[in-house]
């Protein structure tokens, strides 16, 4: 079974979508996948038109492998399973604070449904904190959606920080240029400075800032699912080949 983080440390670069698509993509493959939102919003969940269920709080997710399991939801599509947020999932970091191993507790929960799924996709919160580390840990491979500006090449750099100054393997780490612009003149210069700076770090595939994907939430279903033949679409399937042939050599 792979473990697989979508994740950034910046809100708003397109990583719930990404998370829904990869999932997508890899079931239609005929992989048995379960999408994990561990983000207390609850956007992936809704993107499948599945509701939370309130009964699993923070202690059950860690702790009790029944209430785990039970709160595991089907989705409309093959091989495609959702285990959706709630709100109590905002004290992860609290109730990890407070447990011995915290930083590998992720990681035993999800050994609980390790023979049903060949994949597991995390959906993350937009910070580094106990629940983040964990989630280092437990992926094998860390996919970092990353807005071609300044601010989003800051923190993709603060990431790079984070796993030297706590032993992380780099290697896991994944980049790639998400919400892409290519009129806009910063969008360019900034890829270009990103590649050179870290080369093994980015995908060569690029996600485009698209229509198609803000209607997600008008469709509540994946943008390869409602458009397919569309960039975005395209876009999407490129990078599964590409980042899933990184996770498998």
């Known amino acids: ?38 983000d207390p919003q609850g956007a992936s969940g809704f993107y499948f038109r599945v509701k939370p269920s309130k009964k699993l709080t923070e202690a059950d997710f860690f702790e009790d492998v029944e209430k785990f399991t039970k709160a595991i939801r089907g989705s409309d599509y093959d091989n495609l399973d959702i285990l959706p947020a709630n709100m109590t999932f905002r004290d992860f970091d609290v109730f990890l604070s407070r447990m011995r191993n915290s930083r590998s507790r992720l990681k035993k929960a999800l050994k609980a449904v390790k023979g049903d799924y060949d994949v597991i996709v995390l959906d993350c919160p937009p910070n580094i904190s106990t ?74 595939a690029q996600v485009p800032f698209a229509s198609d994907i803000e209607r997600m939430g008008v469709h509540r279903a994946p943008v390869m699912a409602t458009a397919p033949g569309s960039a975005a679409s395209h876009a999407y399937q490129a990078l599964c080949d590409e980042f899933m042939a990184r996770v498998e050599e």
């Open 1 to 38: 079974m792979k473990i697989i983080a979508c994740y950034s440390n910046k809100g708003g670069v397109g990583k719930t979508a990404t998370s829904v698509n990869l999932a997508y993509a890899l079931a239609a493959r005929g992989k048995r996948v379960l999408l994990c939102d561990l």
């Open 131 to 204: 629940l983040s580390e964990n989630v280092f840990r437990a992926a094998d491979a860390v996919l970092v959606p990353v807005i071609p500006t300044t601010l989003s090449q800051r923190t993709f750099e603060q990431l790079l920080d984070f796993f030297h100054d706590h032993d992380l393997p780099v290697k896991k780490l994944h980049g790639f240029f998400s919400m892409v612009q290519g009129v806009k003149t910063l969008h360019g210069e900034t890829i270009e400075a990103l590649r050179a700076a870290h080369p093994k770090r980015f995908l060569t």
